[in-house]
């Protein structure tokens, strides 16, 4: 009898590809959607990439659910072997009230662990984000970030996102520790996702990425991301199933870090017809642009920050090395382009 997964959040760029590689893996998979209305949009994209699509409508069922709500988790849990929480808010533009997507998050991922300990779901993976590791300045011995590492959430400049996924880890991990130790808790915490979307919906990590390729900023900040391909990410929450030597573990899964500036470079290369801007701005020019533009506003505490990484758990966890995240930010971008959703 294949073992079937709970996959939170299941309309997710991030959790369209989940869904397909544990399709693909021979799970079945039992998707939540904040309404069913989105059910046909995961199950059709995923469908062209399968390597199978018999019997899809029994491999692969919907249920309704909200994360501020308790309504339909315990029926939800109903014959689930592994519990998959990838639902979280993911904002372009920063809230002025944290509380708007810290209270979602945390509440969210308390809501999901205690429905399925009272199922007796024993085995759970949940996508938390780099920005809970790397949030917070390096203590002084360390060269570079790796699983030991917690951002602190009242850092003065930490942004809502991060607040956020930091919280949320937190909560879980308490809840394990304090509530239901026989819970086998794997936290996957990859940093800035790229890679070809699934379908049209998609969401904040391809929206940079469309943002470059409409060339909206009349020049670039001094800033970056500790980028991944979204099939690694993908791969992680499946592989770490079976291995037991990951419960109890957080696994950053990322590749490198990629300046601004390089990955429009590296779009314009690909697409030199493309208007794409390429021109670094003064740190000052960045902030007074700030003043009017809030998704700005929210990277200016990390300008000039290189976050150095170290991915020797996910390498080792995947056994091999990661995808090259430029390769799979040019095919998002590329696929934005052959689209015409740019």
Known sequence: MPQTVLLTGASGYIAKHIALQLLNAGYHVRGTVRSLSRAAEVTEAVRPHLTDDGELDERLSFVALDLSSDDGWDAAMTDINVLMHTASPFPMVQPKNADDIVRPAVDGALRALKAAHAAGVARVIMTSSTVAINGSPLPPDDTSYDETNWTDPS????????????????????????????????????????????DKNFGTSIAVIERILRAKDPMVPNFGFTAVDVQDVAEMHIAVIDKPETIGQRIMTVDQFMWYVDMAKAIKAAHPNRKIVTRVAPNFVVKVLGLF?????????????????????????????????????VAAASYLIENELV
């Open 155 to 198: 850092e003065p400049n930490i942004t809502p996102y991060a607040k956020s996924k930091t919280l949320a880890e937190q909560a879980a991990w308490d809840y394990v520790r304090d509530h239901a130790p026989d819970m086998k808790l794997t936290v996957v915490n990859p940093g800035f996702v790229v890679g070809t979307p699934l």
């Open 293 to 329: 533009d809030p998704a700005i506003k929210s990277i200016i505490p990390n300008l000039g920050k290189i976050e150095k990484v170290d991915n020797s758990r996910a390498v080792a966890t995947l056994g091999r090395g990661m995808r090259q995240a430029p390769k799979g930010l």
